[in-house]
């Protein structure tokens, strides 16, 4: 999908939000682990229910991995039932990939080529060689590490090197890379106070931006601060909307939670467009 074909889906849908796939068998109800593929199962169940609220679905490949090839057999399935029934559907594979170059095309080849992901998460410390190889599929986004959700981005990626701080490195770099228009960058809602910096140095790019719910990040602050003409976010929330409930309600739960995401949604959008 392009970047254009994704800012018409979040308008028509007046929503910007992401729903995260990320299935632990210990999480989920009880009696969907006699099911052939209990991982699909959840997931089918929890797209039917949700794909009116949201233009997008993350699943967390290292959640299919944990299974062995069951787990990737889940992940292929589910990106096929999007493929084949939600066209308009997003899907970003969160992998946090990147080797290098011979290694990265392979990387590439695997989530866009073989699975039919439109994108796929990239950790930028390899350098330009290692991210260029995603960036050279058309219509394709590589959706790079810039500051991330967790406490452990101020062990590194805060700190300066030459006097700037290394993540504005990466995203003052990447903007000079081969096809760079095809990159999107990963920023943490937990890290609301640093979007206006960031905004000011890729002020056009979508952020993914993942940390809303159960990482308590605040919807609010990350629009005051994230959002650009194109709207040029997605949100993701993935425990806070598919854990609502461990119950045979679990798929309407989850639906309810990306409800009120989404008329939170409409709301900022109604008021950006004032
Ligand atoms: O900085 C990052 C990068 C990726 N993630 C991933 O997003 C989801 C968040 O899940 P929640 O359950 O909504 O907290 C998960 O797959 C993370 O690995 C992130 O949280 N932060």
Redo the contacts with the bound molecule.
């Keep these: 999908m392009t970047t254009n074909q994704l800012i018409k889906q979040i308008h028509k849908k007046q929503s910007f939000l992401c729903i995260?796939l990320?299935v632990d068998l210990n999480k989920i109800p009880k009696y969907l682990l006699n099911e052939d593929d209990p991982i699909f199962t959840f997931n089918k169940a929890i797209i039917d229910a949700t794909h009116h609220f949201c233009v997008a679905y993350?699943p967390?490949t290292?959640f299919y991995e944990a299974y062995g090839i069951k787990g990737w057999q889940a992940l292929e399935k589910t990106i096929s039932y999007l493929n084949e029934n939600h066209p308009d559907i997003y899907t970003i594979a969160?992998a946090?990939r990147g080797d290098i170059g011979n290694t990265s095309t392979m990387y590439a080849k695997a989530f866009f080529e073989d699975l039919g992901f439109d994108s796929v998460?990239v950790a930028p410390y390899m350098g330009k060689d290692s991210v260029e190889p995603f960036l050279a599929f058309k219509d394709k986004h590589t959706i790079l590490?810039g500051l991330?959700?967790?406490q452990g981005?101020f062990d590194f990626q805060t700190k300066c090197v030459d006097g700037v701080e290394l993540y504005k490195e990466v995203l003052e770099t990447s903007k000079f890379w081969n096809n760079s228009e095809n990159l999107m960058y990963?920023v943490?809602a937990t890290k609301a106070e640093f979007l206006a910096d960031i905004r000011r140095i890729i002020p056009d790019s979508f952020l993914l931006v993942?940390?809303?719910?159960?990482?308590g990040g605040n919807l609010q602050d990350v629009c005051k601060y994230g959002m650009n003409n194109s709207v040029g976010l997605l949100i993701?929330?993935?425990?806070?909307i598919i854990y609502a409930s461990q119950d045979e309600d679990f798929a309407e739960a989850a639906a309810k939670n990306a409800e009120v995401l989404q008329l939170q949604m409409k709301a900022i959008l109604s008021r950006q467009s004032q």
């Design positions: 995260g990320d993350k967390n290292a969160d946090k998460t590490l991330t959700s967790n981005a990963v943490g993942p940390g809303v719910g159960a990482q993701n929330s993935s425990r806070g």
